[in-house]
DNA sequence: AACCAGGGAAGAT
DNA sequence: ATCTTCCATGGT
């Protein structure tokens, strides 16, 4: 067991983040207390678990990284790093949008990380899960698809791989109460990520343009779930899904105008936030929680 | 009991 | 290329 203690760039918040996360019913962790439990999978397949614990302010962000393996602890700093974004200083967005019409929405809720989902190819599987579904519903089919087919080690399960999913018949999803257009969105994706005709590592490392492109031309993947890919499985800082439920109703409150925006409404206004409408939509839908 | 939900494919213009 | 219909299932 180690413990390390890391001072963050001023402005994050993590308590919300963990408000956030708590919506989804496979992480491990306590609001009050303030922590989260994250499963890593690291190199030469070893399994390692990291708690995640804030101990400081918003404006004083301290956190608290502690796990078991000592050999490990580098490696595991590093993801944990790379996974809640601690190297990036959140302080130029906050003052961006100070000049823009988001100005009291970033003056309410300051400093809103973009923490990443913790497997980049459940991050995928869990959008393409949770498509034209109502929150509740969808957490509930993307928690029974990862308890059906992912490793439970105590309270902290482990995401189900690819391979183990490409394996899989149409029928055992079914089963779960997916329909049939989204068994066959999952399992083919999976098998295509398995064979290696597509590499979500590789895809990391491009630009978003190209990512739109690639993924694309998968079937069962439209810009909606490549967008919420983007933002929430690479965490990428400039993307607006303006065709979320969620964000035009976000607007439709903030700008008190009755009825959801227009697609041209939503443009104009969003022109301003660049480069940072990742943090824009993020803020938008934490002002509806 | 309709209508909606953090869509997308397939078919019709 | 753009518009419409169908798919599928639980929530409200």
């Known amino acids: 067991m180690w413990t ?20 989804d019913p496979l992480l491990h962790l306590n609001v009050e207390e303030r922590w989260i439990d994250v499963p890593l999978v690291l190199s030469g397949d070893r399994k390692e678990i990291a708690r995640v614990q804030a101990i400081g302010t918003i404006e004083a962000p301290r956190i608290q990284v502690s796990a078991l393996v000592s050999e490990l602890k580098e490696e595991t700093l590093a993801r944990i790093a790379h996974l809640f974004q601690w190297d990036l ?43 034209q579904l109502n929150m509740k519903f969808a957490f509930v089919l993307s928690s029974r698809f990862a308890e059906t087919f992912g490793e439970r080690k105590g309270d902290v399960l482990f995401y ?28 083919d994706t999976s098998r295509m990520i398995a064979s290696g005709e597509l590499d979500l590592q590789t895809l990391e490392t491009e630009e978003d343009d190209a990512v739109f492109e690639k993924l694309g031309k998968v079937r069962g993947i439209g810009p909606w779930t490549i967008e919420n890919w983007l933002l929430f499985g690479l965490g990428r800082p400039d993307l607006f899904p303006k065709a979320d439920i969620g964000i035009q109703n976000a607007l439709k409150a903030y700008f008190t105008i009755g009825r959801k925006p227009t697609m041209e409404e939503m443009v104009e206004w969003s022109k301003s936030w660049h480069p940072y409408r990742s943090y824009a939509s993020m803020t938008l839908w934490r002002s509806i929680e």
């Open 4 to 23: 390390k203690e890391i001072t963050l760039h001023e402005l994050y918040d993590f308590d919300y983040t963990l408000h956030r996360l708590s919506w």
């Open 89 to 131: 200083d959140l302080s130029p967005m906050q003052a961006h949008f100070t000049d823009t019409n988001l100005a009291k929405l970033f003056h309410d809720f300051p400093g809103t990380p973009i923490v990443k989902d913790f497997d980049l190819y459940f991050s995928l599987m869990k959008t393409i899960i949770h498509q």
């Open 160 to 187: 189900p791989k690819p391979e183990t999913i490409a394996d899989l018949d149409y029928s055992k999803l079914r089963e779960l109460q997916f329909s049939q257009r989204k068994a066959e969105y999952v399992i």
